[in-house]
Nanobody, 120 residues
């Protein structure tokens, strides 16, 4: 079994910064893409950013230039550095990963979510 555990959420003022972390553990052979999604109240879950195993990244237009995704493959961990946050960034942030548990068997996994609230 594979577990994704997020940390780093909390309350931050507009214009401030926050860093989210997500560590994968369990029966891991390798990890392909890792990413962050978010879901605000009354809205659908949306992709914030993802990063491939080779390091290529993708960002939602709403966070480009403010958020930076990175990963430490040795630690099976993905990070989201959030700068210049805005009230509309308020949401539950979920970690997601495509994990190979053997060389030919893989699954898509989600973390439990961490709340980010941007408010003065």
């Amino acid at each position: 079994q594979v577990q994704l555990v997020e940390s780093g959420g909390g309350l931050v003022q507009p214009g401030g910064s926050l860093r989210l972390s997500c560590a994968a553990s369990g029966s891991i052979f390798s990890i392909n893409a890792m990413g962050w999604y978010r879901q605000a109240p009354g809205k659908q879950r949306e992709l914030v950013s993802d990063i491939a195993s080779g390091g290529s990244t993708n960002y939602a237009d709403s966070v480009k230039g403010r958020f930076t995704i990175s990963r430490d493959s040795a630690k099976n961990t993905v990070y989201l550095q959030m700068n210049n946050v805005k009230p509309e960034d308020t949401a539950v942030y979920y970690c997601n990963a495509d994990v190979f548990v053997t060389s030919f068997s893989w699954g898509n996994y989600w973390g439990q979510g961490t709340q980010v609230t941007v408010s003065s």
